[in-house]
């Protein structure tokens, strides 16, 4: 069996990468990851100015997945957009990593895209519509006008190829609302799922919550989330053009999880919780189990079972 997978006019290797946010907020994480057998990568989502995030402890791990509250912690985006656009003069295989951005406002995303157009860069771009995590800041993938107006402003001048990273949905009616808007742009694909905002995990030995930001409340993942990120993948794969591909993210932990995502519609997978609990080896253990997978099954190749999620 054979993992490599095109996306967006590249071949990669296999459809494995990061989810923003995981490893990947220094030049070092970005590096490794560049080496580690991860077929793509994606940088930490990028705010105008550095900013230190919330207050820690931040992130908790449980057998069952992860809640965290970083609050948009980064380097800045020149940071990042220096690292993209070196990549590409130094590393000319075209696999420079996907470009995260999460403006704090409106303006903040329209300013930081206009940059990313007329910079050097010729990746891939992702607009971050779901951090839950930012004080007073909704999530505007669940503002559908909002996000139409930011999507509607956006296309009037970026011409590169852009992907928007959106939060759960829960109701048909929401898959209905946000696949109509999102089938009006030229949009290269939709990262389904953020974490399921604003859950809450309770230590019972100590009585409190384990995190400290938002008195203990943040985005989960992990295991916790698989259903309701296969759901968002098999949402959107059947609502949206399919000229707009899908990239699953939730709960992939093994190579079966990421046979569900692809079997869903997925093309490219990413891992949060498992790669910040097992670091960079995971991608090496996700890829072996996903060709496992696929031999007992008889599949050489993904394009054979992509999408062919079967009814009863
Ligand atoms: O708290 C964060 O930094 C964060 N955490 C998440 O779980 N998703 C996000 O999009 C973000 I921007």
Known sequence: AVLKTEFLGQKYENPFMNASGVHCLTVNELDELKRSKAGAFIT???????????????????????????????????????????????????????????????????????????????????LNLSCPNV???????????MTEQILTQVFEFFRKP???????YFDF??????????????????????SVGNGLYVDAASESVVIKPKNGFGGIGGDYI????????????????PTIKVIGTGGIASGQDAFEHLLC??????????????????????????????????????EEFRGQLRTL
């Open 44 to 126: 930490k989502s990028a705010t105008t100015l550095e900013r230190a995030g919330n207050p820690e402890p931040r992130y908790y791990a449980t057998a069952l997945g992860s809640i965290n509250s970083m609050g948009l912690p980064n380097k800045g985006f020149q940071y990042y957009l220096d690292y993209v656009v070196d990549y590409q003069k130094n590393d000319s295989d075209g696999k420079a990593p996907f470009f995260s951005v999460a403006g704090m406002s409106r303006d903040e995303n329209i300013n930081i895209l206009k940059i990313i157009q007329r910079s050097d860069f010729q990746g891939v771009t992702e």
């Open 173 to 194: 009616a929401h898959f209905d609302i946000v696949a109509n808007i999102l089938n009006k742009f030229p949009l290269a694909y939709v990262n389904c799922v953020n």
């Open 135 to 145: 004080p007073g800041k909704p999530q505007v993938g669940y503002d559908f006008q």
């Open 162 to 168: 852009l992907g928007v990273k959106l939060p759960p």
């Open 265 to 302: 519609g997925a093309t490219m997978l990413q891992v949060g919780t498992a790669l910040y609990e097992e670091g960079i080896s995971v991608f090496e253990r996700l890829e072996k189990e996903l060709k496992e997978v696929m031999t007992q099954k008889g599949y050489k190749t993904i």
């Open 226 to 241: 698989k259903p309701t990120a296969l759901a968002n993948v098999r949402a959107f794969y059947t609502r949206l053009n």
